[in-house]
């Protein structure tokens, strides 16, 4: 009966916005006409289409916040049974891409470890106008779904970053491409991948696994696939198995749910968006799954990504070879409540140790340890030496939880953590 009412009242609501909306285009149209007999009327129609687009996008997201109310209820009454909520469900792989060709590499991929083509449609999402690459993704024909950004006017960019466009156009792809994602197409999660990324065989069973997860707990708002420390030696190769939570926003293949994207989309910032989020005023706190070894490896990109920085790092990246059946594993350490009880408990249990002895392997005993730093300096000390990641973004170290950065050493899980008392990142840290 109250789920009636609410959605007999949400359609009341809707109406008298399309009402209100309507009268006000309307006034401002016959305005503009009075105010200015000199304009165009191609202008005003202009006017008028632009509105009633963001008018349409924002009551499609009106109907979605109805949805995602209900889904939810219908998820909390069903969790009890723990993953009858999967049986249904489907996971979208959304593939980005614009003028590279080799987009094919990572489809080719996504379609070799694809289990179940009902479950994980891959929508190609694709700007640029780019000829060539169209034709390559028409190609696959029905196993995949091609959609296209249709706004390819220029961006104003300010003067100083010009050369920095690209990424002004990443960012309206992203916004362009989520919103049909969710509100066009309906789905209530999507995994993005680049089409510069390759993925591991058990990609869709990690995302699978862990969704229920990203839907349980609040505290959580992505899954990614990447370690940004995942070098060989710096990686535990018998535990492909092995996940971990992270306060960085790692990217690289990763999913979110509508229930995000519902809080990002009024603010999706017009450049940068990677950086946006890892702003504490969108990242409120919350953190992602990751995992020991990565499930994507990027192959390479020329073009608006600094290619030193592949070069340098992303390019020894291990990808996972092993199938990890994560459906049947308990991953319910990964929830808050456990792993800062389990997790965070275990790692300051660890014996501390000087980074020097552990570099030159002067550590008697065996298991793991801690190590620590206090100021900056010293964690970038540290990392230099280990060949971390030594950077921060809005104050967080890459893969830190807590503070802590957690890697493998010689056969050893090492810690790398705060000093007592530590009271939260500091966004100074750069
Ligand atoms: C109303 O008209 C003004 C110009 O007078 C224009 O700048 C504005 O975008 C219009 N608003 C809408 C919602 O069309
Ligand atoms: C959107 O999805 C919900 C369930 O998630 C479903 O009930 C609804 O009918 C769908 N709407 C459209 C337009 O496909
Ligand atoms: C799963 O792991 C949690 C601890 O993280 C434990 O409390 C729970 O009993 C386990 N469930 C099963 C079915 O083994």
Same mark, same amino acid.
């Given at each position: 009966?109250? +789920?009636?009412?609410?959605? +007999?009242?949400?359609g009341?609501?809707?109406?008298a916005?399309?009402s209100?909306i ?8 016959? #305005?503009n006409?009075n105010k200015?007999s000199?304009g165009?009327i ?15 996008v924002m ?8 949805q ?5 209820k ?5 969790s009890?049974?723990?993953f009858l909520?999967?049986?249904?469900? &489907?996971?979208? =792989?959304l593939?980005f ?5 080799t987009?094919? /590499?990572?489809l080719?991929?996504?379609? &070799? ?7 994980f449609?891959?929508i =190609? ?6 000829e ?15 959609i @296209?950004?249709?706004?390819q006017?220029d ?6 970053e010009?050369?920095f466009? *690209?990424?002004f156009k990443?960012?309206r792809? #992203?916004g362009?491409a ?9 789905y ?20 699978l ?6 839907l349980?707990?609040e ?10 420390n995942?070098? @060989?030696d710096?990686?535990?190769?018998? /535990?492909?198995d092995?996940? #971990? ?5 790692p ?5 979110l ?6 809080? +990002?989309y009024?603010k999706w910032p017009i ?6 989020m890892r ?5 409120r706190?919350r ?12 192959? *390479? ?12 790092h ?10 990890v ?10 929830l808050?409540?456990?792993y800062?009880?389990e ?11 000087? #980074?020097?002895? +552990?570099?030159?392997?002067?550590i008697a005993f ?7 730093y206090e ?8 990392t230099?030496?280990f *060949?971390?990641m030594?950077d ?10 807590k ?5 493998h050493?010689?056969?050893?899980? =090492?810690?790398?953590?705060p000093?007592l008392?530590?009271? *939260? ?6």
């Amino acid at each position: 009966m109250r +789920l009636k009412r609410t959605i +007999l009242i949400l359609g009341i609501i809707l109406l008298a916005w399309w009402s209100i909306i309507y009268v006000f285009l309307i006034n401002n149209l016959t #305005y503009n006409r009075n105010k200015d007999s000199t304009g165009s009327i191609d202008g005003q129609l202009m006017t008028l289409e632009n509105g009633l687009e963001e008018q349409f996008v924002m009551n499609k997201a009106l109907i979605s916040e109805a949805q995602q109310f209900l889904e939810n209820k219908k998820y909390m009454e069903n969790s009890k049974n723990n993953f009858l909520g999967l049986q249904n469900i &489907q996971i979208p =792989v959304l593939v980005f891409a614009c003028n590279r060709i080799t987009v094919t /590499r990572c489809l080719d991929k996504l379609l &070799q470890y694809r289990t179940d083509e009902n479950r994980f449609p891959i929508i =190609v999402s694709q700007d640029c106008d780019h000829e060539e690459t169209t034709d390559a993704i028409k190609k696959y024909s029905s196993q995949i779904t091609l959609i @296209q950004q249709p706004d390819q006017s220029d961006i104003q960019v300010p003067p100083k970053e010009k050369k920095f466009k *690209g990424y002004f156009k990443i960012a309206r792809h #992203y916004g362009w491409a989520l919103n049909q994602m969710f509100f066009h197409f309906n789905y209530s999660s999507v995994i993005i991948v680049e089409d510069d990324l390759e993925v591991a065989p058990d990609f869709f069973e990690y995302f699978l696994a862990t969704y229920p997860l990203l839907l349980k707990d609040e505290s959580l708002w992505c899954i990614s696939a990447w370690n940004d420390n995942g070098k @060989q030696d710096l990686i535990n190769l018998d /535990r492909p198995d092995l996940l #971990y939570r992270t306060d960085f926003f790692p990217g690289l293949g990763w999913m979110l749910t509508r229930k995000l994207w519902l809080e +990002l989309y009024t603010k999706w910032p017009i450049s940068y968006w990677d950086d946006w989020m890892r702003d504490p005023s969108q990242r409120r706190d919350r953190s992602c799954i990751r995992p020991e070894i990565s499930r994507t490896r990027t192959f *390479g990109k020329i073009g608006v990504s600094n290619g030193m920085f592949f070069e340098k790092h992303l390019k020894y990246i291990t990808l996972n070879e092993q199938n990890v059946p994560f459906i049947k594993l308990n991953l319910s350490y990964l929830l808050k409540e456990n792993y800062d009880r389990e997790f965070v408990k275990n790692v300051y249990k660890c014996p501390l140790v000087d #980074y020097e002895d +552990l570099y030159y392997n002067k550590i008697a005993f065996q298991g793991p340890v801690r190590m620590m730093y206090e100021k900056m300096s010293e964690y970038k000390l540290i990392t230099k030496k280990f *060949g971390l990641m030594d950077d921060f973004k809005s104050g967080v170290p890459r893969t830190a939880y807590k503070g802590i950065v957690t890697f493998h050493y010689r056969g050893r899980t =090492v810690h790398l953590t705060p000093y007592l008392g530590w009271k *939260g990142y500091d966004v100074s840290w750069s």
